[in-house]
């Protein structure tokens, strides 16, 4: 909801978050500020960032460059889908594009994956924009419809044959219109780098933060039915060579309470690198985020912590942590137990004022008897050999990323505008969708 690096050959889809790059050599004042977060760039009330259409077309460029489009779905019974597309490039390499799916539920022993390598990948399509694409295993095509309930739309079809074959209409609702954090074309960026104006990197997220899928998949000749809420990312990473990213925190949660309830966040923490004095001073947190209720987004969340400063909640909260961790041997990490996600923002809903706050936990139990676990990634098992080579040398230690999907609540406060009785607080049922990434161990 952004860890995005071309899956390897078992297939596994690795989040927005993993190729996150930076420069190795600065002339600048060495304790000068060389990470820039989208947090620190608007006030309170210019969180709210409408999408432009060219915010989600693809840029396709290359040097060291990831670019990725998801779309989330959680049926009724917890079971989660994903389609991804990802165009990478590092350095001289030729781009390599693949699609991705995958179908899980934990909770019933089902997991079903299928990733591709892409050929003839084209955008725009002839007559479309670069919100559309399309290739020999694929076509995705961006619709507009202004003035109706559904004002946006994506249609997903995916032809592998008969192994794999996906139908799917992705609906954007009129009331939840795409965001960036940040009005404006800056909006969504941070920058790393002493200059903000010629950055060494950066890195953005576009969302659509509540959507609604229609469609049936055909796996092995079997036809299963897909509906549900969900969401849809548009992510790049536009680095050099240095990761830049030792955490990634990601969490989608869907439920149909109240007329349609999301929430979603997006956090990562740079390595020492990267950070308010320089190389040294990193480990800041920065997190985005936004909640839906009554099918409407109501708010838009950033905020940074910085290492060593006070931790306090202030006029705007979005944050993640990792509640009574345990070792797990498999991996080496710490892994939370439990993982609680908080919001509190300004209303973005025009006419209504007032802040809106969300407390989201989510059980996913310890390393021995894990809860709604769909696997733990390995990383390095699952890129390709130029950008394993960049990422085993810089981070020196072994990534992976937790996945699980769980059944939880989501607690909001905020204006009665927004929902009957939110200012005494309402709960929302749901399920949660998490990923939690270890780069490094430090």
């Avoid at 002493?194 to 990197?201: F, H, I, R």
């Avoid at 797990?328 to 006419?351: I, M």
Wanted: aromatic share 8%; proline share 8%; hydrophobic share 35%.
């Amino acid at each position: 909801m952004v860890l995005t690096i071309t899956p390897g050959p078992t297939g596994n889809v690795l989040h927005p978050s993993i190729i996150m790059f930076s420069s190795l050599f600065s002339t600048t004042d060495p304790t000068a500020q060389n990470f820039h977060p989208v947090s620190s760039a608007f006030k309170p009330e210019e969180l709210n960032g409408a999408l432009e259409p060219k915010d989600t077309e693809w840029l396709c460029a290359g040097g060291f460059m990831t670019e990725t489009q998801i779309w989330y779905t959680i049926l009724d019974d917890g079971t989660s889908v994903m389609c991804q597309i990802i165009h990478s490039s590092v350095g001289v390499w030729y781009p390599q594009i693949q699609f991705t799916f995958k179908i899980t539920n934990p909770h019933k022993g089902e997991t079903e994956w299928r990733s591709m390598n892409i050929s003839n990948f084209v955008t725009p399509p002839p007559g479309l924009d670069k919100r559309s694409s399309k290739s020999d295993q694929f076509t995705i095509t961006h619709k507009a419809a202004p003035g109706s309930d559904a004002p946006e739309s994506y249609s997903i079809h995916v032809n592998a044959g008969a192994d794999l074959q996906v139908m799917l209409d992705v609906r954007r609702s009129v009331g939840a219109p795409g965001f960036k954090a940040g009005k404006g074309p800056k909006g969504g960026y941070s920058y790393f780098g002493a200059d903000v104006k010629a950055p060494e990197g950066y890195v953005v997220h576009r969302f659509w933060p509540y959507t609604l899928s229609a469609g049936h998949v055909i796996l092995k000749g079997v036809a299963r039915e897909i509906a549900g809420p969900g969401m849809f990312v548009h992510a790049i990473q536009g680095m050099r060579p240095n990761l830049v990213a030792c955490r990634w925190n990601f969490v989608h949660f869907q439920s149909p309470a109240h007329g349609g309830t999301s929430a979603i966040q997006m956090e990562f923490t740079t390595t020492e690198s990267h950070g308010r004095k320089g190389s040294g001073s990193g480990h800041a947190v920065t997190n985005v985020g936004s909640l839906v209720v009554g099918g409407k987004l109501v708010t838009v969340s950033a905020e940074t912590r910085w290492p060593g400063e006070n931790a306090n909640e202030g006029a705007v909260v979005s944050r993640a942590e990792h509640l009574l961790p345990k070792h797990d041997p498999q991996t080496g990490y710490a892994q939370p137990t439990e993982l609680q996600f908080k919001w509190r923002a300004p209303a973005a809903v025009p006419g209504v004022s007032g802040d809106v706050r969300g407390t989201l936990s989510v059980d996913v139990g310890t390393p021995d008897a894990p809860k709604g676990l769909i696997e733990k990634v390995d990383v390095l098992g699952e890129i390709p050999g130029a950008v394993k080579a960049i990422v085993s040398y810089v981070a020196g230690t072994k990534p992976y990323i937790y996945q699980w999907v769980n059944p939880a609540r989501l607690v909001l406060n905020g204006p009665d505008d927004l929902a009957p009785g939110m200012s005494g607080g309402i709960e929302a049922e749901g399920h949660a969708y998490v990923e939690a990434t270890f780069i490094s161990a430090t």
